[in-house]
């Protein structure tokens, strides 16, 4: 039982270092800016999640499914078909945010305040 509690924790640290390097390389070997490999992995956490696969990655990973940019992904579809479930197709468009909103609303107000504080560049 106390080994797969470790266990997880080494499913959770390799699945982040994936992402990690198939980002890093993908930067290097392209010429993909940081804002389209981005974009990218949304794209690809919300694939996985329309097929199931991402729920099974967290079930191993944890919380190392949960922090990188592909959990974003996963998180708008999921949300959405949840919503979708419970009242239908407007449900799709109600349900997008339903479990993003803190996390967007954090990034929004910080970057405001962070503007205030610091001078941007030209």
Do not use: E, W
């Amino acid at each position: 039982m106390l080994t797969d509690n470790y266990m997880m924790y080494v499913y959770a640290f390799l699945f982040c270092g994936l992402v990690c390097m198939v980002s890093q390389l993908i930067l290097d070997n392209t010429k993909l800016t940081p804002g389209h490999v981005t974009s990218l992995f949304v794209v690809i956490g919300a694939a996985l999640d329309i097929f199931g696969i991402y729920d099974k990655i967290v079930l191993y990973a944890g919380a190392g499914a949960l922090i990188p940019i592909t959990s974003f992904g996963h998180l708008l579809i999921h949300g959405a078909m949840d919503m979708a479930s419970d009242i239908g197709t407007l449900g799709l468009a109600f349900g997008i945010f339903n479990l993003t909103s803190a996390g967007i609303s954090v990034a929004l107000f910080l970057s405001f305040v962070l503007a205030l504080i610091f001078k941007p560049r030209h």
